[in-house]
Structure formats: structure tokens, C-alpha cells
């Protein structure tokens, strides 16, 4: 087990975990921890690791609390721009050669629950819960963010989720396809475990050119130019607004926030 900051990471057996392991700040997605990740990935691609389980430690409540709202601009420009921490993570384990398990208990939030629903299985307890929170913060999240849940979710559940901002309980996601497999919190790691040493005994290019191929064709929505400038044009209202302001200072002063759609 290696220590990477805010990530522990380990390889046995050609499988990689890595651990988030930021519990003060309940794992928040910040560019430290993101970079740790990313260190760990890069690591585990050197070493040729043919699965990645990606976890909080054992027993962790939060698994993440999504993107460090500290790090998030004070307004003016795209919250969740290209280069953007998130956004560079989840690429990365979109286009990481070796399938990456997301092994998940406890709570996860915001950005967090995209990078959990962009590893390739989400492996969770009964008791996990999920919450697209931007509506909350008053952020506008971004067009390759809702691709990746529009590909992981009904439309139906995606929307209860993102207008309300509620957590919600894995068993629904499990019941609507976002999630493979419930599992008791007690056999979570050994069941995830077992699953990925049948992935590592596999051929690992074919299995690393259905997961690319799969990728690219899931990815593969014809967006006319003029169409994106149009989804830019109502995310820059938002990012604009008094209330993303509103959003960022009622989370920094821990108190409701006061929205007036302007
Ligand atoms: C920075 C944090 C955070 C945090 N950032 O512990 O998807 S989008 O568009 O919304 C995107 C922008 C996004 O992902 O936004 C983040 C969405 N996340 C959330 O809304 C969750 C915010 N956090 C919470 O609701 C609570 O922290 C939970 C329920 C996760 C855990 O509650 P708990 O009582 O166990 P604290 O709230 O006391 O948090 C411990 C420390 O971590 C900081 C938090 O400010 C606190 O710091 P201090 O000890 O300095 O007060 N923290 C938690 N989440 N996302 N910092």
C-alpha cells in the first residue's frame, strides 16, 4: 500500500485499488486529490494493471463529497470548464486502457457521483445514496457531465435527480440499470474483489479495445456546432448569475441558500 497524499494505492495479482483517502474534507474531488489520483492511474498503466478499484477506505460514511467547492471560481467563467480538475479525471478513467470498479458505500455527491457513474461497474451496498447536487449550488453542470449520467441513467431518474438535488438510494439507481450489482457492506470488498481477478484473467487487449470501442460509441453524439454554443449560452447564464454567487457563499457560511433566478 502506497500513500499518495490523499490517495493510498495498491497492486496485487495485475489489480490496482486505489483509496481515497482524504476523510477531513470527506474525500472532496480537489485538484490535490485529483492529482494524487491521477498519479495513481498513471502508475497502475505503467504497471500494466488489467482492472482499477476505485474505493473509499473501509467504512468511510462519505465516499466523496464532489467537487471542492472552495476551488469552484467565484463567477464570470465556466465552473466546470475542460481543464477543470473533475472534468480531467474522468476523462482519464473514461480512456484508462483497464476497466476501473468503482466500489462505493457510504454518501456521494455532485462530481463525485459522475466519477463513480463513469468507472465502468458501480459496485455499491443497499445503503449507499447518490446526489446530483449542482440545482443545490446553483452551478450549471456541463455537456459531457450529463452525457455520462444520460449513459448511465433513464432520463426519468436523471431529472428527479438533478431538479430536486435530493440524495437517492442505490437500490433505485439498481433498480433502473445506473448500478450492477447491490451488494451487503460486509462482502462488498471481497465480492468486488473476486469479480476482478475473472476481469484480470482475460485477454486484456480485447478487453481493452471493447472497453475504448464502447467508449467512443457511447460518447458519439453528433453536436452541430451552433447546438453546443447554445447549451454554452444557457450554462454562461447560470455561471453569470447573482445566484451562483448566492450558491458558493451559502455553502462557505453554512446557511440555506437565498435563490432569486437572477
Ligand atoms: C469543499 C467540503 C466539501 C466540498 N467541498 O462533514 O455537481 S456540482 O455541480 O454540484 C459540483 C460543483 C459539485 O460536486 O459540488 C459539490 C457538491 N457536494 C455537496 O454539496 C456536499 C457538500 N458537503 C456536505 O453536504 C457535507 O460535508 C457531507 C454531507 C458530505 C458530510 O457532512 P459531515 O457533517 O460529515 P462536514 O460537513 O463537517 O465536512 C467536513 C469538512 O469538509 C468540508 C466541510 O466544509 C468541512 O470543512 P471544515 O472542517 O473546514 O468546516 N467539505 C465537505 N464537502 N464538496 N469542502
Redesign the pocket.
Known sequence: MRGMGHVLTEHSNRIGTLTLNHH???N?LSAALVGDLLDGLHMMEQAKTRVVILRAAPGA??WS??????E?PEGGRD?LGFADPLRTVIRRIEDFPAPVIAMVEG?V????CELAMSCDLVFTTPETTFA???A??S?P?NVSGLLTFLNRMPLSLLNEMAFSGEPIPATRAHALGAINHLVPAAELSAFTMAFALKVARNAPLSVTAMKRSVHILTAAKALPPITFEQIQGERRKVWDSRDYKEGIAAFKQRREPDYRGE
Request: proline share 8%; aromatic share 8%; hydrophobic share 40%.
Open positions: 477531513e474534507r470527506r472532496a460514511k462519505v463529497a464532489g467537487h471542492d467547492i472552495n469552484l465552473p454518501t455527491w455532485g462530481g463525485a446530483i447536487t449542482p443545490k449550488l452551478v453542470y
